[in-house]
């Protein structure tokens, strides 16, 4: 049921197989497909139920929001409550931050991360496992014990309120995740590889880029959307570094939907779901990298 | 994609790097990372154990100057009976949601490998998209599908006629109540995991598992004797880092039962928050975090020492 | 000789330091004053009219002074407060929920304004609860900035239908809800009163009303009193009141009543004068029951008196560690003035600050600002955030309306955990 050359074993064998049977064989094959297309849609409609439920809500009018027996389409659908959502104030100020920290913190991310990968990955050095043990220690601690120290040390700085401030916590917090991740990526990759491409005139370090930083595609998909989410969707230490409301992001925007008086469900519904997009967009223009994976899965020696 | 062989060259000795440059080379690589963190946790790490020595409430938060009282905040807490329950439960709690986020997470990761194209890009898409959306919202959804009188969950079942669920509580029965929220939080767990575990599968050469095909290997055979050691340091990495983050679950408890958890709800997350920050106690929620974090090297001890062997084969 | 240079330097600088910061921002005339002075309101207490109409007057004084005013969420309000006040930069003014003030005045977050205390409008006439929770150790570090009280909220229509009107005492809104709950015998969802029964707000006006209280305090030493004999008294009341009435979620809090009171199938519920515009707001609720809504005071159990009520609210608050103190505190002044104070009744339909301004609550908002004048207050007390964070109250009332435990068990244990807490105790 697993393996990827599955359909290539499967074609084989029809080859191999008398005529008569090669038709049976074939209709079984769609078959078998059927069942596994059909597998993966039940898959996405039982995991997307809630969040299908959330934009729904963000099309209705608030007085079929909350009903003792609810309204599985939107009817009427209205766009008042997206509206409201983009008519906050200060709402482009924060679309923009959060765009600045995400985008400057990942390209960093991704490019630290993937040299300590292959440092880790390639090389034997004194002081290596420890360099191991503590990046994996480090995420043991649970940030929102660290909030208060974190404040008091970039105020000693001057660097409260400040994107730059919150975008070097964002990258502490990623790195380990990620180092460790791709380290494990860059360790499936053959060495000799690079190897080759060094005896065909690269520097190691042109080995590096050339070669392997492609071959790990799909793990650099993975954790760039690790990094993304993680820093589009953090609000602690956003909201506690970020005073000023042109500072702020997106997931302040996301809170202030819920006041005093309880969440506003139909505007907070809406302004999830567009906080959301973003990175399926993300996403999708990615998704193709993983996909060009499955040719690397062939590389032989 | 082969890589053709050429006829050996000698490389000009110029542009070989000399033997201090090749053993400078690695730590030059991982010197932006360490800069970085330790760079900005090194301090604040410092200041969590100092703390967790300390008196330290909100007056001496203000005037910067604690009340040293050693190790007396950690007597405290392991004095206190709740905190064994609370361990004994956040331990429960992990285990079960790490195990079954990995079993759902792998099959639906080797299913990803036979669908068709678009499926595959609308499965991972939804997976996304449920990974996007901020644990906040996404816990006020399940609230919401789990309420007592508008829930979604109570009216579905009571149409579909598997019992009277017309203001059925979730939550009376601490039980019952832990169980939907280990639905919550494995559904919130299974996109990143998936995904993972995918990318992991699409590095397995299909030539290898080619062979196992021809040999007559059963499907199961195949992913236990041959997949699954193959990605073995990715299935290291997930059980780890699921262990960490499932330990420390905050959230989907604390929005779940209205900011308002009761003890028989408490994870250690949870204990820690209405111990120290809750009333304004941050020695003691320090020392709190510092156990939390002993439990966790405990806990992923054999994980972290195979993945740290497993790192020097390589 | 260098030594000596050195010293001076210090000295000199230590001086300057000084004389800053004991000068503050009160030297110079009005126009003269410069600076940026940093506000923090929480979401949804002023009407950005008021606010701008506040800054413009505050400019047109202080012309050279430039006010930024930051709203701020509700969401993780604690852990900010406290790395703002703990770091270098706190925000000058702040808005602070009334049963929080207590925790940072005792903190020395706040600016002791005891002394200044005349030179706000209308002091000897602010809201006694208000005040109170601005008082630590006999010392002012706050001032009144509004109210929030709660009565009961009915549907005229249902009263009408089945021919009850608005009771005067709490048997007669026992009887009132029971011929309700007949008229609606068909409706299994129907409640003539729905309370969720962790909503301690709504629960404290029976303790009350029979004289009990949460805590009392006697030599510096606090005592829990929930578990006396009128505490209990008014829990048993509200317990044959609910029981019958109510097929709202025991376990539940009270953050959804408004859309579950939209939907049509609540008689009344105890709630604030803004939960009226919840309820008709066409975003979240139903507008069509706009006129169909009234209200009346929580009865007594003493018929033709009202229960006393809890009276919800926020103060503001100058930063000790500010650095325009002067400034602060005439931005405060203005806010919580008469005419400000004024708009904050009429435009933002919020309870003002001053019993002399209540008269300015029209329509149902009159029951509400009335409802204020009978009002008390938590235990004023450094540990009553504490004790809320706990979830005290809360916990004991699922426990009686689960019938978990007796009432005589359940505030025994409440009033235990109490005591313990406020006294300073985990």
Known sequence: MIAPGAAQGIRTETARAAAGTAVSFNILQQARQLVYDALGIAVAIVMLFPIYWMVATAFKPGQDILRLDPKWFPNPITLQNFQDAIARPFFLDDVKNSLIIVGVMLVLALAISFFAAVGTARFGFRGRTAYLVMIIAVQMVPLNALIIPLYLMLDGVGQTDTLAGVIAVYLAVVLPFMVWTLRGFVANIPPELEESAMIDGCTRFGAFIRITFPLIGPGLVATAIFGFIQAWNEYIVAYVLLSSPENQTLTVWLASFTTNHGPEWGPLMAAATLTGLPVVAFFLILQRYLAGGLTAGAVKG | ?314 | MRFRKAWFGVLFTAFAVLATACGGSGTGTPTEESGTLTVWLMNGSAPQAVIDSVNADFTAKYPKVNVKVEIQQWGDIGTKLDTAFAGSTPPDVVELGNTLVAKYAAAGALEDITSKKSSFDNSGTWLQSLTDSCTVSGKLYCVPYYAGSRAIIYRKDFFDAAGVQAPTSMDDLLTVGQKLMAAHKSDPNFSALYFPGKYWYAALPFVWDFGGDIATQSGGKWTGSLNSDNSQQGLNKLLSIVGPLSKADKTGDEAKQDAAFAQGHIAMIIANGWEVGVITDPKAGNPALKDKLGAFPIPSHNSGQTAPVFLGGSDLGVAAKSKHVNLANEWVAMLTGQKHMTDMATVGGVIPNTTSLLSLGTGLNAVFFNAAKNSRFVPNSQNWAAVESANVLPDMLVKIFTKQQSVADATSAASNRITTILNGGG
């Open chain 2, 1 to 314: 994609m082969g890589v053709a062989i050429t006829a050996p060259e000698l490389e000009p000795v110029s542009r070989r790097p000399g033997p201090l440059r090749t053993a400078l080379f690695p730590y030059a690589l991982i010197a932006p990372s360490i800069l970085m963190i330790a760079g900005i946790l090194a301090f604040p790490l410092a200041m969590l154990i100092w703390l967790s020595l300390q008196h330290y409430g909100l007056k001496e938060l203000i005037q910067h100057s604690g009340e040293w009282v050693g190790l007396q905040n950690y007597q405290a807490i392991i004095a206190d009976p709740l905190f064994h329950q609370v361990i004994l439960r956040s331990l429960i709690f992990t285990f079960t949601c790490v195990g079954l986020t990995l079993v759902f997470s792998t099959l639906i990761a080797l299913l990803l490998l036979k669908v068709r194209q678009l499926v595959r890009v609308i499965v991972m898409s939804s997976l996304v998209f449920v990974w996007a959306t901020p644990v906040i919202v996404s816990v006020d959804i399940w609230q919401w599908m789990f309420d007592y009188e508008f829930g979604v969950i109570n009216y579905l079942l009571t149409q579909l006629h598997v019992g009277n669920f017309i203001h059925h509580n979730w939550f009376d029965n601490p039980v019952q109540g832990l169980a939907v929220l280990v639905i919550v939080v494995v559904w919130g767990a299974i996109p990143f995991v998936t995904i993972t575990l995918f990318a992991g599968l699409l590095q397995v050469p299909s030539d290898v598992l080619d062979a196992a095909q021809v040999d007559g290997a059963s499907a199961w055979h195949t992913f236990w004797f041959v997949t699954a050691p193959m990605l073995k340091p990715i299935f290291l990495i997930v059980i780890c880092l699921s262990t960490i983050w499932d330990f420390g679950v905050f959230n989907q408890i604390y929005v779940m039962l209205n900011q308002r958890p009761s003890s028989d709800y408490f994870t250690i997350a949870i204990y820690s928050y209405r111990e120290s920050f809750g009333v304004t106690q941050y020695g003691l929620g320090a020392a709190i975090a510092v156990i939390m974090v002993i439990i966790l090297v405990f806990v992923t001890f054999f994980y972290v020492r195979e993945t740290v062997k497993v790192a020097e084969i390589a």
